[in-house]
């Protein structure tokens, strides 16, 4: 997902990415039982393989463990528990886990997690919870960047329209418009400044407007874009709204 | 989140800001700056991994330190609720 948020300043828009990558819950595994492992690879190394596979997060029903009332994050409000059994010769892969919340899958059922050679068994029980992005990287819902809308200036005394910034663009933006330059669309604008360095007379400059910026969030799949949002504005809003409380309680 | 008081002055407050990092703090600075009864608004995180954030704000014309930080989180706030309301439009088209 891709849009533009004006009208902000860098801390603002750092804070919305900070929060959406760091405060919004999904579901990982978070604990592996091994009944047999034969394969080539130690318990650890496939339960950290495990961990990192998405998890399809369902928006309602589960809550944090630490929010839990049963304490030790086992009990169905807080866990979900997926199985795994598969004998080589074969790779199993993130398909081969079976849940038992419909709800709560893995993204994608083709990640490979071992391979498995002629007799070789794998039998396991995983726990998934939710968690924050804050406390492992398994539990980040996606990434969330953001960069800044470029101020394209021409200085039209020095400019002699010959086009060295047409070619050097490696976005391909810049047009020459009655022999002066002009940007078609400045969202595709890397901030490469090509053009600024290719042009003879130094004629451009490209400078970067600071309350307007262009976020891209890619999820991992646990969680649509929107909602990794939505979840982060607001979060960041029930965090500002605590502080005011407190500092009013502070004040007495 | 808990709030520490560490020292009070007659137009300063130094707090700290337990179980917050940058996210909440570099926000409210920033808000802060917008006041124009602010005169310093600061925060240090001595620790990346453990450490716990100290926030400093100064203030003039008689406005107390805790009454530009509740003014500043109350900004926020409003700015924050107006996105979540145009996401919420958006995302029903």
């Known amino acids: 997902m891709e849009f533009i948020l004006s009208g902000a300043n860098p801390a603002f828009a750092n804070s919305i990415r900070r929060a959406a990558m760091r405060e919004a819950p999904v579901m990982a595994i978070d604990e592996v039982e091994f009944k047999t492992n034969e394969s080539a690879m130690y318990d650890e190394v496939l339960a950290h393989r495990l961990a990192l596979t998405p998890l399809r997060t369902p928006l309602k029903g ?3 463990p630490s929010e839990c009332s049963c304490r030790d994050g086992r009990c169905s409000k807080c866990s979900v528990s997926l199985t795994l059994k598969c004998e080589g010769p074969a790779t199993a892969t993130s398909g081969d886990l079976k849940s038992t919340d419909e709800e709560v899958t893995p993204v994608s059922s083709s990640v490979p997690i071992i391979k ?6 794998l039998e396991l029980t995983a726990i998934a919870r939710l968690g924050l992005g804050r406390e492992h990287a398994k539990w980040q819902p996606g990434i969330v960047a953001y960069k800044y809308i470029p101020i ?4 039209g005394k020095a400019c002699d329209g010959c086009g060295a910034c047409v070619k050097a663009c490696p976005q391909g933006i810049i047009s020459l418009v009655k022999e002066k330059p002009k940007i078609s669309d400045p969202v595709q604008c890397i901030l490469c400044k090509a053009c600024s360095e290719a042009c003879p007379p130094k004629a451009i400059t490209i400078g970067s407007d600071a309350t307007k910026f262009v976020f891209r969030i890619e999820s991992t799949g646990a969680l649509p874009p929107e909602q990794i949002l939505f979840k982060a504005m607001a979060t960041l809003e029930d965090k500002c709204k605590e502080f005011g409380k407190l500092v009013k309680k502070l004040k007495g | 989140m808990e709030l520490e008081l560490v020292e009070k002055g007659d137009d300063s407050l130094l707090i700290k800001v337990v179980g917050e990092d940058h996210t909440l703090c570099n926000l409210l600075r920033k808000a802060l700056y917008e006041d124009e009864s602010v005169v310093a608004a600061s925060y240090s995180i001595e620790h990346p991994l453990v450490g716990v954030p100290k926030f400093y ?9 805790e009454h530009a930080l509740m003014d500043a ?9 107006g996105l979540r309301k ?8």
């Open chain 1, 152 to 155: 394209f200036k021409v200085d």
């Open chain 2, 73 to 81: 989180a109350e900004r926020v706030t409003k700015q924050l609720e």
């Open chain 1, 116 to 121: 498995l050679e002629k007799g070789q068994r």
């Open chain 2, 57 to 65: 704000v100064k203030t003039k014309k008689g406005k107390s330190p």
């Open chain 2, 86 to 93: 145009q996401l919420q439009k958006a995302l029903k088209k």
């Open chain 1, 62 to 64: 589960y809550v944090l």
